[in-house]
């Protein structure tokens, strides 16, 4: 097994441990960062003028899925080594959270123990997202599905910039064509155009399925169910 997973991407033997525990706290410290900025962007109105309006946007872009999902992929690929992804993945998540609720608990005066649980859930479930992708990275058909599934949730985010006009929606489509990018750099040039062409292929499978819809409504009824 670890020799065909060797034949996808070969982890870097070589990493100093120094290296990895800076890139570790680094990605921490960015977490961390990302989550206070997501919970002030919240408390601010957009009346307050244009300071108000970019604060606003910036709310709209950290509300939304995409981003977190350009960060994790770039922070996971970027790895030396797949347990390096799933653990430097793992510690952006929870620091976003931390930061992100310690602010609402003794800024804002409030928080929600259940919603708190599901994200935390989300940010456990990165890890086995992260290790998918950081063999995205590498050679071959099972690399190139890995590395088309990021980019199809976010295909599956943005392409609705066409009728709404979203800038959201167009970042989503920026995010995605980016990743598509970085995941053939290093690469033959034939992986980006196979890679392109399976994450439209599971983009319109995703929406033709609701599979984003029912994996979430799912997770809905297991939080239900704990808080019975």
């Known amino acids: 097994m670890k020799e ?8 870097n033997q070589y990493c100093k441990k120094s290296s990895v525990l800076l890139m ?20 601010i109105s957009s009346n307050n003028g244009i300071y ?26 970027y790895s030396s080594k797949p347990k390096f992804a799933m653990i430097n993945s793992l510690g952006f998540f929870l ?13 804002c005066g409030f928080y929600s123990a259940r919603v708190i649980l599901y994200w935390t859930v989300f940010a456990l479930a990165s890890t086995i997202c992260a290790c998918i992708v950081w063999y995205g990275k590498g050679n071959g058909w099972v690399s190139d599905i ?62 033709r399925f609701s599979i984003l819809s029912i994996l979430l409504a799912l997770l809905d009824k297991v939080l239900q169910f704990i808080y019975m």
């Not at 065909?4 to 982890?11: D, F, G, S, V």
């Not at 990743?179 to 319109?204: D, M, P, Q, T």
Request: proline letters at 2%.
């Open 146 to 207: 890995f590395a088309s599934l990021p980019i199809a949730v976010l295909f599956q985010s943005g392409y609705r910039f066409y009728y709404t006009l979203s800038a959201v929606h167009v970042l989503d489509m920026i995010f995605a064509l980016v990743l598509l990018i970085l995941f053939s750099i290093g690469n033959k040039k034939e992986k980006g155009i196979r890679v392109l062409i399976l994450a439209i292929v599971l983009s319109l499978i995703v929406r």
């Open 95 to 107: 620091a976003m959270l931390f930061a992100y609720y310690l602010y609402s608990i003794f800024i």
């Open 4 to 11: 065909k997973l060797n034949a996808i991407r070969k982890p």
């Open 24 to 43: 570790f706290v680094i990605i921490v410290l960015f977490g961390f960062t990302m989550g206070v900025i997501s919970k002030y962007s919240d408390t």
């Open 52 to 77: 108000g309006v970019v604060i606003h946007c910036i709310s709209e872009v950290t509300t939304q899925m995409g981003i977190w999902v350009f960060l994790a992929s770039i922070i996971a690929m």
